[in-house]
Structure formats: structure tokens, C-alpha cells
């Protein structure tokens, strides 16, 4: 499915209710398979969380979980301490590319029995669950958080606990600070002092969450209202403390004008047309990768010489995220240039109309180049990707007056 979408309106107003945070919803979904006492609410409706539940219930032997990052790193290290399972964890053709040695090195020095099916370093995995008794390892932090995360989720239902001792600088720490986050309010014990993480072993725990929604679906709205000539959106379900790393974007934003007040539950965006823009934005995302495609498509759409950088592991995302953005921001006119972790866009006084942006199965592309529809009307190849964390995407647009067409 492409849409062909465009935005006319002088003045945007709406209210949107955007569904829980898949980040938070995949880490309490396996607290939850260990500790089932735990109940939770506002759980994601995206196809990364509905794979992840559905994998953690099913009796099936083979279990794909097509393209969801968090659900692959996540169940290997569940099924890995499953004791009696046996199952091969597969995924979609670009899964299968994106390397989890790390992970199943870190679970294999604890005594757990992981095989490569196909290419190793790879997905498949055939994991044969068995009680770890470990309880200490060594990790490469710099390539995902989620290897960590991972081993954290399984770390207080093992006999003794698990002290993790990160190797380099992390990557994206502040998932890491998520996962901490919710085994302290599980009153799991926990302590992260110069790169070593400990966890204690815990039983029994009986909790009711409420997931908060998602930070990272929020910066499309917060483009929009930077792109906009005047709007106000509320988006309900955000606090102000929140444990996401992408809130960072509301302070990123203020740069390019976009006021974020927070009351009760819910936040307001506000476009403040007295701000003045800057000529040049730089930003370094290692803690919120998530937040590179939104930035680059803002920065591009007001004009504004962009530099980001601490981008090492976008390339074994979704998609190849910095090439991409080169390709297709270069497709409307911009000057473009990458290197292995950074991504610099030069500010171009025109953006080429009715251009169509491929979006590479990455639902993120599709994502943050919809807000320039504002500017000129653009055409998002694949549209249907925004399932992977926000299925209801397209349909939220239609009441900020985007108009949103069926061409394919
Ligand atoms: O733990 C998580 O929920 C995530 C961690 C990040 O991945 P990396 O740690 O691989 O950068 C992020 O990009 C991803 O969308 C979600
Ligand atoms: C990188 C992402 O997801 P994952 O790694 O979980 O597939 C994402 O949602 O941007």
C-alpha cells in the first residue's frame, strides 16, 4: 500500500491517544511469563508486542517473530532459562541479518544451550532451556542495549541472581536505565556502578503497571508541530518522569520551537512562533537512536543544517537507517553525507514535490518523512510498515487535516 499525503491547513488542533510504549510493553511481557503475578495495563497494540505475546503463550516448536529487534533478543534469553524447552526461534529475511552473537556468547558462558541453525552468528537459533546456575558475566556493550536488557529481564529468576560486566561504553544506555527502572519498581535489588549491572535473585512478586505511551511514536507529532505554521496537540498517557529515553525529545524540539507542557496525564505541544530557529542543530543520539530518522526529516524540512551523531548502530536496525535517509532525503533535494556513525544534512532552500520515499520494511522511515507532507505533498512507499510499534499511524493524521490517499 503507498499513500499519497499532503497537509494544507493554516492551523493544527487534535487530541491523539497513542498505544503504549513497545519498549516498555516487551520488557514487562517477560517479567510478566516469569512472574505472572503481575498485571498490567495501556500494553501496546503493535505487531512487535502482539508477536512477543503471542511466542510467549503458543505451544508451537518453531516460533518466528518476524521483525521485532526486542522480541528476538528478549525470548532467546527467556527460552535459554525456560527449563525443558526446546524451540527454534526464527524471524523475517533481515532479521536473520541482524547479529546476535553477542548475546547467545554472553548466554553460552553462563552453561546455556543455544545453536546456530543457519549462519552463525545469526538467527535461527535452536535454544534447549536449561536451569542456569551462573552467575556472572561478561558482555560487548557497544553493539545493542538489548543484549543487555535481555539478560537483565532473566537475571532475577536465576538461582543466583547475575552480576552483567559491560565491556566499553554502552550503547543506547538509557534502555538499559528502562530495564533497571522496572526491576526496581518490581523491588527486584539491583545496582549499576561503573559498567557492572548486579541483580538479585526474586520471587513471587505481585505488581499492577501501567505502561506509559510511547515517547518514540510521540516525535512524529512533535515534527508535525515543528513543521507547522501554528498547531496544538495533546497526546495523553506521558509523564513528565518518564523512563523513556526518547522524552529527550521534547528538549530537542524546544530548539526548533515546539513548547511541551505537561499536565495530568497527558502532554500539549504547542508550535511558539517567537522562537528563533537555529542555522545549525547537532546532537549526539547514542542514548536515543530512535530519534535520528525524526531529527534528520525536521531538521531537513525547516531548513536547517543538521548534524548527528553517536549513530554507530543504525546500520543494523530495520534497515540500514543512515543510507536510507541519504537516499531518500537526497531524493528531495537534499545534500546528504554518512560515515559508519553519523549523518550530516545540509539545509536546502527547496524540497523537491510529489517525490516517493521507499521505506526499506522500516516502519521509522515511513514514519518521519510523513510530517513533510506539510511542506510539499510526498508519496510513503509500503505505508503499512507503521504496524511494527504504531498500527494506528495513519489513521490518527486524518484529524490533524493530513490528507492521506490510497494510490497502490
Ligand atoms: O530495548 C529496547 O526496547 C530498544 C533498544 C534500542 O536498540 P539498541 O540497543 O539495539 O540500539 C532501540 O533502538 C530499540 O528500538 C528498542
Ligand atoms: C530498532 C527498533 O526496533 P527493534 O530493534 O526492536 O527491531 C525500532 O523500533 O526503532
Redesign the pocket.
Known sequence: MNLLLSNYSKEIKGQIQITGS??ES?RLLILQAIYPKISLQNLSNCD?TKVLQNSLKTEEKVIDIH???????FLTAYFAQKENSEILLTGSNR?QE?PIKILVEALRALDAKIEYEKEEGFPPLKISGKRIEKNLVEIDATV?S?YITALMLIAPSLQNGLTIQLKNKPTSVSYINMTLAFLEKLNIKTTFKENIITIKPAKNILTKIEIESDW?SASYFYSIVALSEQAEITLSNFRENSIQGDRVVADYFKEFGVETTFYGNAIQLKKNRTDKLPKVFKANLISS??LAQTIAVTCFGLKIDCHLEGLRTLKI??TDRLQALKNELGKLGAKVSITSESIYVKASAEIKENQKIKTYQ???MAMAFAPLSMKVPIEIEEAEVVS??FPDFWQVLKPLGFSVKTTL
Open positions: 513497545k519498549s516487551n512487535d521483525h521485532a529487534g526486542t522480541a528476538m533478543r532479521m541482524r545493542s538489548q518514540s537512536p530512535d536496525k530495520e522500516d516502519h521509522r511494527k510499534s
